[in-house]
Structure formats: C-alpha cells, structure tokens
C-alpha cells in the first residue's frame, strides 16, 4: 500500500522542494477568478480551453481519483555580472534546462517509484501534467495548501517564495490523505509587484491583463509599436514582479542541477544574439523554456531593446 508518508518520502529522495494531495471535485473555488478574466477578455490564447472545462479533472483523466501536486525551487539568486548595462536578460524561469522537461521527468520518477512498491496488479495509473493543459496549476497547488496567491498573480509558498514550478497528477487510486485548508493572501497592504510592473498588468483587487505583461509580449509574435517602449532587458519572460517581493527575499537556493546556468546564458551579449545562426540558436537556447518561440522572436525582441537603448554595434 502507498500512504501520504511513502509519496513524501520518495519526493525528497528525487529532490522535489514540495508536494501536496488534492481532492478532484472540480476547481469551484478558482472558478470566479478564472471565469471573470476570461469574460473582460484578459486571456492571452496561451490558455486551454473554457473556464468550465478547466476546472473539471476529469475532462482530462477520466479515470481521476485524486491528485498529487509538486512544487520545484528555481530561484538561483540574481546576482548580475558588472558590465550588466551592455548586456540583455533572459528571466530566471528560462535559466537553465526547460522546467516543462524537468518536472515531467520528476514526475514519471516519482511514480515509477511509488509503482514499484505496489504489486502489478495494483499499479497506479496516471497522469503528469507541467504546464501543458487546461487544468490550472496554481489552482491545484493552492487547493493542495501549498501557497497563497499573490497581488502579482502568483503562488508564493511561505518557504520557497514564488520563484518555483508545478507539476500535477492525477491518480485512478485514492491514497489517503490529510486535507488543508487554502491560505489567505498574505500581501496585506505591500503594492511593491503592482508598482514595480512595467505595463501597469497589475492592478487593484488581485487584477492582472496578461495582454499588457512583458512576459507575454516577449513570446507575442506581432507587437504594436504602442507596445515597444517596454523592451528594455528581457530577450524573454520578466522577473520584475517577484524581486522585490518580501516573500522571496533571503530564499535558498534550488538544489536542481538542470537548471544552473553561468552569467552568459542568464544574460547574453547583444552581440550574441543578433548574429547567432540557427545552430547557435539550438545549441545555446533550445533546450531552454525560451526555446519553444524560436529565433526570429528572440532576435526581434533584442533589436528592441538595442534601439530603445540606442546602442549601436
Ligand atoms: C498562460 C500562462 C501565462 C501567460 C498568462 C499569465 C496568467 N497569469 O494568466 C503569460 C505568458 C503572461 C505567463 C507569464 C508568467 N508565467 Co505563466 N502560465 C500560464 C499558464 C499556461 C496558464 C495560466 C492561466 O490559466 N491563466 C489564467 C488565470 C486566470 O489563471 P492563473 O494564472 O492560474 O490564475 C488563477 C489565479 O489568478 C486565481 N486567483 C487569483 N487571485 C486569487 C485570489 C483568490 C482568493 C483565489 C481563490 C484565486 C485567485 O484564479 C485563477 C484561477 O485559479 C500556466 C500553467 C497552467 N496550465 O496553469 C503558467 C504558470 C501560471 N506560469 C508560471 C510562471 C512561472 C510564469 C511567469 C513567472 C514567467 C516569467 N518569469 O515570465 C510569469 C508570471 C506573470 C504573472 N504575474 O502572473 C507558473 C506559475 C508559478 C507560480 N509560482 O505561480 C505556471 C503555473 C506554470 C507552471 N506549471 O509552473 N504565463
Ligand atoms: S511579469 Fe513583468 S510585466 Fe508581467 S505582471 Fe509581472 S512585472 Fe508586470
Ligand atoms: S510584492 Fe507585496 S503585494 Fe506583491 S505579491 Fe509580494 S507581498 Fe504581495
């Protein structure tokens, strides 16, 4: 038999920073947040499907019981190289190996272990989502008890900050286990995200456009010349709304080796970037999560940034 302690158990062994059990009813209490952004239109078609439809596991394992959340620290510090002005940013969610790649493959170890301690008869059967379905991630993770959400939009967990990935799955088998109660906000009266945010995303009563966030306009394929003035740093994702948040401040760092990175690939050369060719490219960012956009739009954005900051090389 799997038990609570038996799946924590294996998810420290293979480094997973935390996990969490939830209930598959659907999602009701996220429904009115989720359904109010799609109704005033704030959905940037990088979401799946309809509010109702996400909100349903079983639209996506019929077979689902239950499910398991986990958590994994991405935070690596930011401490910048001194000639940081002539250089350009990726955001610290692209650092390092794809989070999509790592967490499904922390996923599949975890239940390759927890199926090895059960007979074949009595394997589990599952399914690992990262990121790459309707289901709502966050939502799972604050169901889970693993975190509030933030003015900035965030999870934030009260140990790792929100510089942190979800992984969910769901079981056809139900293993027992200790439910939470979901965490009130904690932000109280700090605005430090909504005043630090380039766009003015974030607003008033935990309101947030995506079509207005960098980092969505750094993987949008057409950018209005409105839109351009905010291409200052990022080549791709912004960090700017987790920096200075009190919650990530003094965080440790991740202890996954896949997504350690040097100086040059958290921030590249200019240089670099608009004479790479399709094999620089490849090698040096495809296997990133700022891979999936390709070239053109990386080259695109850092010609941007070059002409808002009037360097000429
Ligand atoms: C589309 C998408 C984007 C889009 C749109 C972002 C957005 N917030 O909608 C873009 C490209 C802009 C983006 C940016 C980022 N993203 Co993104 N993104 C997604 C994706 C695929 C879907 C998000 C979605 O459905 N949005 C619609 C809204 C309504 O859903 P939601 O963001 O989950 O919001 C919930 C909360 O807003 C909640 N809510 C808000 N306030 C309150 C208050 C209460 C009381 C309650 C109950 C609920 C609640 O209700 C919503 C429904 O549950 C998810 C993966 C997934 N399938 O869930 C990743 C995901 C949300 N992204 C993630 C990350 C890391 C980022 C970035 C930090 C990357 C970066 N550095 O650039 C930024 C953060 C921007 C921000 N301030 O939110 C992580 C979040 C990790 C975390 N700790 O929160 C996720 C979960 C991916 C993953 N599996 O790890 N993203
Ligand atoms: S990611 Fe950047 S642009 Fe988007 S909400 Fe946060 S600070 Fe604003
Ligand atoms: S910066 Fe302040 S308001 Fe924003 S998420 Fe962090 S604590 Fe909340």
């Not at 509030?148 to 992984?167: A, Q, R, V, W, Y």
């Given at each position: 038999?799997?038990?609570?302690?038996?799946?924590?158990?294996?998810?420290?062994?293979?480094?997973?920073?935390?996990?969490?059990?939830?209930?598959?009813?659907?999602?009701?209490?996220?429904?009115?947040?989720?359904?109010?952004?799609?109704?005033?239109?704030?959905?940037t078609g990088f979401e799946r499907d309809v509010p109702e439809k996400r909100i349903d596991y079983h639209q996506y394992f019929a077979g689902a019981k239950m499910g398991i959340v986990f958590l994994l620290n991405y935070y690596q510090g930011f401490e910048e190289p001194k000639d940081i002005n002539s250089r350009l940013k990726l955001s610290s969610m692209a650092w390092g190996q794809d989070y999509h790649q790592v967490l499904q493959e922390k996923g599949q170890a975890l239940m390759t272990a927890l199926?090895?301690?059960?007979?074949?008869a009595d394997r589990i059967e599952y399914k690992i989502f990262v990121d790459n379905s309707g289901l709502v991630d966050r939502g799972s993770?604050?169901?889970?008890?693993?975190?509030?959400?933030?003015?900035?939009?965030?999870?934030?967990?009260?140990?790792?900050?929100?510089?942190?990935?979800?992984?969910?799955?769901?079981?056809?088998?139900?293993?027992?286990f200790a439910t939470k109660t979901v965490k009130e906000s904690l932000c109280g009266a700090c605005r430090i995200c909504i005043d630090a945010c380039p766009t003015a995303a974030l607003g008033q009563n935990f309101s947030y456009d995506p079509r207005r966030c960098l980092s969505y306009l750094t993987q949008k394929k057409e950018i209005d010349a409105s839109e351009e003035k905010y291409f200052k740093d990022y080549l791709y994702g912004c960090d700017l709304c987790q920096t200075r948040c009190p919650f990530n401040q003094h965080l440790r760092?991740?202890?996954?080796?896949?997504?350690?990175?040097?100086?040059?690939?958290?921030?590249?050369?200019?240089?670099?970037?608009?004479?790479?060719?399709?094999?620089?490219?490849?090698?040096?960012?495809?296997?990133?999560?700022?891979?999936?956009?390709g070239k053109k739009n990386m080259v695109r954005n850092a010609k941007l940034i070059m002409k808002n900051r009037a360097i000429v090389i």
């Open positions: 038999m799997v038990t609570e302690q038996i799946v924590k158990n294996c998810a420290n062994l293979l480094g997973i920073d935390k996990i969490g059990f939830f209930s598959v009813e659907p999602l009701q209490e996220c429904y009115e947040k989720l359904n109010e952004r799609y109704q005033k239109g704030h959905v199926n090895e301690k059960l007979s074949e993770a604050y169901r889970a008890g693993l975190g509030f959400f933030g003015k900035n939009n965030c999870l934030i967990n009260e140990d790792l900050g929100s510089f942190f990935f979800i992984g969910q799955i769901l079981l056809d088998q139900e293993i027992e760092k991740t202890g996954e080796a896949a997504f350690l990175t040097q100086h040059d690939d958290k921030y590249p050369w200019p240089e670099t970037i608009l004479n790479m060719s399709n094999r620089e490219f490849n090698s040096r960012f495809k296997k990133t999560s700022a891979g999936w956009r």
